[in-house]
C-alpha cells in the first residue's frame, strides 16, 4: 500500500522559510513523478511545483525564484523548500507522486504565513 505523509508545515512571518518533506513508501520512489500542490481556503487546489525522475524541475509562476523543490532517492523523500514566504502562500500543502497510472496523495501540511 502506498503511503505519502507530509511534514515541515508550520506558522512563519512574511519573508521566513520553511522547508516540507515528503516521504513515500509501498511504491518505487525513483521511477516516480513528485509533485507539490496546495489549497487554500475556499480556493481551488493548485498545482506548486514538480521534478521528475530525471530530476527535471517546473514551477508554478506565483513561486519561481522562491521554492525548490528536490529528491532524496534513497530517503524516498522529495523536499520543498520556501523561502520569501508571503501571506499568500498560506494553504494546506500536498505531495503527489505520479507515474503510469498510479496517482498517489498524501494527507497535506499547513503553512500559514503571517504578515
Known amino acids: 500500500q502506498v503511503h505519502l505523509v507530509e511534514s515541515g508545515g508550520g506558522l512563519v512571518q512574511a519573508g521566513g522559510s520553511l522547508r516540507l518533506s515528503c516521504e513515500a513508501s509501498?511504491?518505487?520512489?525513483?521511477?516516480?513523478?513528485m509533485n507539490w500542490f496546495r489549497q487554500a481556503p475556499a480556493k481551488e487546489r493548485e498545482f506548486v511545483a514538480q521534478?521528475?525522475?530525471?530530476?527535471?524541475?517546473v514551477y508554478a509562476d506565483s513561486v519561481k525564484g522562491r521554492f525548490t523543490i528536490s529528491r532524496d532517492n534513497a530517503k524516498n523523500t522529495v523536499y520543498l523548500q520556501m523561502n520569501s514566504l508571503k501571506p499568500e502562500d498560506t494553504a494546506a500543502y500536498y505531495c503527489n507522486a505520479v507515474w503510469g497510472t498510479g496517482d498517489y496523495w498524501g494527507q497535506g501540511t499547513q503553512v500559514t504565513v503571517s504578515s
Open positions: 509501498g511504491l518505487t520512489f525513483s521511477i516516480y513523478g
Open positions: 521534478i521528475n525522475a530525471r530530476r527535471t524541475t
